[in-house]
């Protein structure tokens, strides 16, 4: 099963498994801003998943304790799942603390943290935190396509 994690924001990280084999991509547009930035994320975002063509994906839900970038990562956010349901693929919302337990068995783990366990765990190393959250979602995804419901709390399904 093609299963695709994504963590949103304007460094959105991807990563498709398809069994053990790992895609990464990093979505990141260094000089645009405000819709433009909006518009080539959302369509390179697009173009990724009809390449792709994941039969279920994982999107990190939302931080709300950034202020400051909130605004800009629901739209993205928004963007994305629009694009998910456009194209009636089905996903799983899972909120930061779920990736962190299931990553690392704390709910609240930083960065490095995770990086770590991921590492350790599954062999993943990227350059990108971004990407190594979404290779971790994309591993909650097959947990959960396997019938693992442990994280399922907090967790929402969107089917197509």
């Given at each position: 099963?093609?299963i695709?994690?994504?963590?949103?924001?304007?460094?959105?990280?991807?990563?498709?498994?398809?069994?053990?084999?790992?895609t990464?991509?990093?979505?990141h547009?260094?000089?645009?801003k405000?819709?433009?930035?909006?518009?080539?994320?959302a369509?390179?975002?697009?173009?990724?998943?009809?390449?792709?063509?994941?039969?279920l994906v994982?999107i990190?839900?939302?931080a709300?304790?950034?202020?400051?970038?909130?605004?800009t990562?629901?739209?993205?956010?928004?963007?994305?799942?629009?694009t998910l349901?456009?194209a009636?693929i089905?996903?799983y919302?899972?909120p930061?603390?779920?990736?962190k337990?299931?990553?690392?068995?704390?709910?609240?783990?930083?960065?490095?943290a995770?990086a770590?366990?991921?590492?350790?765990?599954?062999g993943?190393?990227?350059k990108?935190d971004?990407v190594?959250?979404?290779?971790?979602?994309a591993?909650?995804?097959?947990a959960?396509?396997s019938?693992?419901e442990?994280?399922?709390?907090?967790?929402t399904y969107h089917?197509?």
């Amino acid at each position: 099963m093609k299963i695709l994690g994504v963590d949103p924001s304007t460094y959105t990280g991807l990563c498709l498994l398809d069994g053990d084999i790992s895609t990464p991509k990093l979505l990141h547009f260094d000089k645009a801003k405000g819709f433009e930035r909006l518009h080539l994320i959302a369509q390179s975002f697009r173009n990724t998943v009809m390449e792709w063509s994941p039969e279920l994906v994982v999107i990190e839900g939302y931080a709300y304790g950034n202020v400051n970038s909130l605004v800009t990562l629901v739209e993205i956010g928004t963007l994305l799942r629009k694009t998910l349901y456009d194209a009636k693929i089905s996903w799983y919302d899972a909120p930061p603390s779920v990736l962190k337990k299931f990553t690392t068995g704390k709910g609240n783990s930083n960065k490095a943290a995770i990086a770590k366990a991921v590492q350790e765990r599954w062999g993943f190393v990227s350059k990108s935190d971004d990407v190594v959250d979404a290779y971790a979602l994309a591993r909650l995804g097959q947990a959960l396509a396997s019938g693992d419901e442990t994280f399922l709390k907090g967790v929402t399904y969107h089917g197509s």
